[in-house]
T-cell receptor, first 120, second 113 residues
């Protein structure tokens, strides 16, 4: 079974500054995806960024980028030029690929989340 | 192209009543997933369905919970004889296939009083 750990329950950052959210995971799979989801107070789960484990290049989406360290099983999210609208819960999640072993290769396993507050 | 639609957004039930949560997947998506989010927790997988079939219900409680995804109409998550511990946000997601990532709805917050 996979586990996802987010060790920072809460973080805050000044507007326009950069913040990094940590995530580690444990798996015996070699093929998988990793995700960061954002959940603002509206409760909508919004996909922020996605990383395929076989890709060495770190994924980037505008102000959001990841530092994917496969050997260390680490997947941190960096938010640059933080904006007030970035205030939300952020969840790290793991999914085995369809080529992974058997059952559960479509389930997302989530961490407990990090509550990020952007301060004006 | 509407996203994943869940209704109702909020649902209040008294202990012992039934709760029915509805999910209409995105157009063209035939895979539906239900997740539950307890307060201060991440989402936990409950069940995965394709049209008319339950593929994996390993995350569903053994009693009182059931799910369906009929040929026509939305997917339904049904909770019979609700108890206070069922109070949570229930999220539905859909995808066109099993390959990596899907779109979530806005969730239904169930409160049992």
């Amino acid at each position: 079974a996979q586990t996802v750990t987010q060790s920072q329950p809460e973080m805050s950052v000044q507007e326009a500054e950069t913040v990094t959210l940590s995530c580690t995971y444990d798996t015996s799979e070699s093929n998988y995806y990793l995700f960061w989801y954002k959940q603002p107070p509206s409760r909508q789960m919004i996909l922020v960024i996605r990383q395929e484990a076989y890709k060495q290049q770190n994924a980037t989406e505008n102000r959001f980028s990841v530092n994917f360290q496969k050997a260390a099983k680490s997947f941190s999210l960096k938010i640059s030029d933080s904006q007030l609208g970035d205030t939300a819960m952020y969840f790290c999640a793991f999914m085995k690929t369809a080529r992974g072993s058997g059952a559960g290769s479509y389930q997302l396993t989530f961490g407990k989340g990090t509550k990020l507050s952007v301060i004006p | 192209n509407a996203g994943v639609m869940q209704n109702p957004r909020h649902l209040v039930r008294r202990r012992g009543q039934e709760a029915r949560l509805r999910c209409s997947p995105m157009k063209g998506h035939s895979h539906v997933y239900w997740y539950r989010q307890l307060p201060e927790e991440g989402l936990k997988f409950m069940v995965y369905l394709q049209k008319e079939n339950i593929i994996d219900e390993s995350g569903m409680p053994k009693e009182r919970f059931s799910a369906e995804f009929p040929k026509e109409g939305p997917s339904i998550l049904r909770i019979q004889q609700v108890v206070r511990g069922d109070s949570a946000a229930y999220f539905c997601a859909s995808s066109p296939n099993r390959a990596g990532g899907y779109t979530f709805g806005s969730g239904t917050r169930l409160t049992v009083v």
